[in-house]
């Protein structure tokens, strides 16, 4: 009879792994909760270690950043592991990485990243990206990509929104991505910036694939017309699942191209308020 009791209490703690496993299967958001460091911008260079605390309350254990006010690349790192989280990515700015992409891959291996991205291209218009900048901007990220993967660090760069611009039947952003060598350039979709810039966003991934391997995952409020710039009140930032983007099909479509890597980013200045019930959004998918 004990043995009995004993097999019945094995069977149902299998049944329970497997019925767990199956039912995170059946999930669509099956990945680890991401964070974009900037999101906690104003905590930060408050209390380094509290704030970390608030990501592992949350859940969180996958970063996109660099050390923090205070902290170097080997002490942001070791802060973060002993709280589970792991620095997947890191950025780094275009300036910075065109004169010496070498230390960049440095810090970002010091940091534990295997990937790093760049979020804006310098122009001169606000809202009047050229053909000549982004052109400039292939030949730089072809250079910078090509170090950094020697490196073993794989860069990305994230789109912004002025990169929509119409060029040749296409936009400035189909530029980039043609003319950048896939061995040495890769992307990271910003959702609210590609739709607030006139892209589609899952139609963008279907599109360029595998060429995206990162996601961040922002939703631009209701009735906010999008433009060129670049740039929208911080306000305009809401609740992922209660804006204008289609947050449940990118995320779709960006597991079909085996994208694993998502970062929440929240810039509204009510982020502390938000983040928690984007979280539990996603959960819900």
């Not at 149902?12 to 909760?33: H, R």
């Not at 104003?42 to 608030?54: C, E, G, H, I, R």
């Not at 592992?56 to 989280?85: D, H, N, V, W, Y």
Request: aromatic share 10%; glycine share 12%; hydrophobic share 35%.
């Amino acid at each position: 009879m004990k043995k009995l009791s004993l097999m019945g209490g094995v069977l149902l703690s299998l049944m329970g792994i497997v019925g767990e496993s199956l039912a995170q299967k059946g999930k669509l958001y099956s990945f680890p909760v991401g964070m974009q460091a900037y999101t906690y911008r104003a905590s930060f260079p408050k209390n380094v270690a509290a704030t970390l605390d608030t990501l592992k309350s949350l859940g969180i254990t996958e970063l996109e950043g660099g050390a923090q006010k205070g902290t170097t690349p080997a002490e942001f790192r070791k802060m973060c592991e002993e709280r589970g989280i792991s620095i997947v990515g890191t950025g780094g700015g275009y300036d910075e990485l065109v004169k010496d992409p070498q230390k960049a891959a440095e810090t970002a291996k010091v940091l534990g990243s295997k990937f790093l991205m760049c979020a804006w291209i310098p122009h001169k218009v606000k809202g009047g990206f050229t053909f000549e900048e982004a052109k400039k901007a292939v030949e730089d990220f072809n250079r910078i990509g090509k170090v950094l993967k020697e490196n073993g660090i794989t860069f990305c760069y994230h789109n912004h929104g002025y990169e929509f611009q119409p060029y040749e039947g296409g936009t400035l952003f189909d530029y980039i991505v043609k003319n950048t060598n896939p061995d040495y350039v890769s992307f990271e979709i910003d959702i609210l910036w590609a739709f607030h810039g006139g892209a589609e966003p899952v139609g963008l991934l279907k599109k360029y694939g595998n060429r995206f391997k990162l996601v961040h995952l922002k939703d631009l409020r209701k009735g906010v017309k999008g433009d060129l710039t670049g740039g929208t009140a911080l306000e305009n930032d809401v609740v992922l699942g209660t804006g204008q983007v289609d947050v449940a099909g990118v995320i779709r479509e960006a597991k079909k191209i085996g994208i694993k890597h998502y970062f929440i980013e929240d810039e509204s200045p009510t982020w502390s308020q938000q983040v928690p019930k984007s979280i539990a959004y996603l959960k819900s998918l």
